[in-house]
């Protein structure tokens, strides 16, 4: 099994997991700019931190705890599917592409930066969100982002401006 990461200084790496993990299910717990999973060191030569999470990288895993500090970009369909997954946070700075937590249905607590632009389409599809602080910096919402969160009970807008798509909540 794979991962393709980007640093800081524009590199991208391929890493090999195969030597902590027989496949994606048995990720439990990363830490991104600490490269490990599961308590395990993935890599010890990587001497820039890791600002982009490219495609898929840990789609469909077991994840139950992510820590993205310092992750400025997280691509389309990282964490799709996770289903074990149930609180995340969202650093500063960081972007969020189309159905990044699509089909978590553990998810329950999403914390956004509070510099956040925009949330891609189908970011948030299908999770299990109670409740939603947008901040006040967040100008669009795609279509579907938030869709079919069946228990989202309160949702707070920061900003009364913000451009929601069809289907956004």
Known sequence: W???????M?????YSL????KSAKDIMSVSIN?????????????????????????AESNITNIDLTGVKEIGANVFQRC?????????????LK???????????KVTLPSDLNEIGTYVFV???????????SLSKIAEYAFSKNINLEKVYIKNP????AVGSL
């Open 2 to 8: 794979l991962i393709e990461i980007a640093t800081a």
């Open 10 to 14: 524009n590199g991208t790496k391929t």
């Open 18 to 21: 195969h030597s902590c993990l």
């Open 34 to 58: 600490d490269i490990t999973i599961n308590g395990k060191r993935v890599n010890s030569d990587l001497k820039e931190p890791i600002v982009k999470l490219k495609n898929y990288a840990f």
């Open 83 to 95: 289903k074990m997954l149930s609180e995340v946070s969202i650093p500063e700075g960081c972007s």
């Open 98 to 108: 189309a159905t990044v937590f699509a089909w978590c249905s553990n998810l329950t």
């Open 126 to 136: 299908e999770c299990n969100i109670k409740e939603l602080v947008l901040p006040e």
């Open 161 to 164: 401006e913000s451009n929601l």
